[in-house]
């Protein structure tokens, strides 16, 4: 059963960086790709960012030159660095991971950035 876990949200004044780590156990497969969604309260969950296995990225246009995506395929790893983190950025941040046509999700972990 393929897991999820994410690590790295908490609380940072505007203007910081954190880094969103999300690593997939029991997998003996590589995925096609892994991303980041976040969804704030009372919004809908929407993509921030992901990564094909050859390293191809899509960011939401929100995010561009600012945070930037980075996977290990051989971990079953990936990263999401922010920077210049702003309060509209605030929200639970999910990992994805999709292989074929599943898509598996991890637990989310708390990003808030203070103004």
């Known amino acids: 059963q393929v897991q999820l876990v994410e690590s790295g949200g908490g609380l940072v004044q505007a203007g910081g960086s954190l880094r969103l780590s999300c690593a997939a156990s029991?997998?003996?497969?590589?995925?096609?790709?892994m991303g980041w969604y976040r969804q704030a309260p009372g919004k809908q969950r929407e993509l921030v960012a992901d990564?094909?296995?050859?390293?191809?990225?899509n960011y939401a246009d929100s995010v561009k030159g600012r945070f930037a995506i980075s996977g290990d395929n051989a971990r079953n790893t990936v990263y999401l660095h922010m920077n210049s983190l702003k309060p509209e950025d605030t929200a639970v941040y999910y990992c994805t991971a999709v292989k074929f046509v599943s898509t598996y999700w991890g637990q989310g972990t708390q990003v808030t950035v203070s103004s």
């Open positions: 029991g997998s003996t497969f590589g995925f096609d790709r």
């Open positions: 990564i094909s296995r050859d390293g191809s990225t």
